[in-house]
């Protein structure tokens, strides 16, 4: 009887441990998956910062050659009257 009891200890004590085992092992495999959705959502964060950026740097871009645009229409606006200028310095100097 003894035999017995001490047997059935045993397969209890064993599945104890293996359910121990699992339980750690449960704990281990949540604590990967929480450290791999974190690092995911970091990485989403990142890339989202970057996505913006480059949006922000095209608008920027964009804003930059319109000002180069209006300022080579002053340009040509004073070349021209440079000219406009010169005509009437000449047509004063036969005058």
Known sequence: ??????????AASAAGGS????ARFGHSVKGLLTEKVTSCGTDVIALTKQVLKGSRSAELLGQA??????????????EDSLRKMAIITTHLQYQ
């Open 1 to 10: 009887a003894s035999r017995r009891g001490s047997s059935k200890m045993a």
């Open 65 to 78: 050659a319109r000002n180069m645009v209006m300022q080579e229409d002053a340009i040509l606006h004073s």
């Open 19 to 22: 359910s121990d085992a699992q």
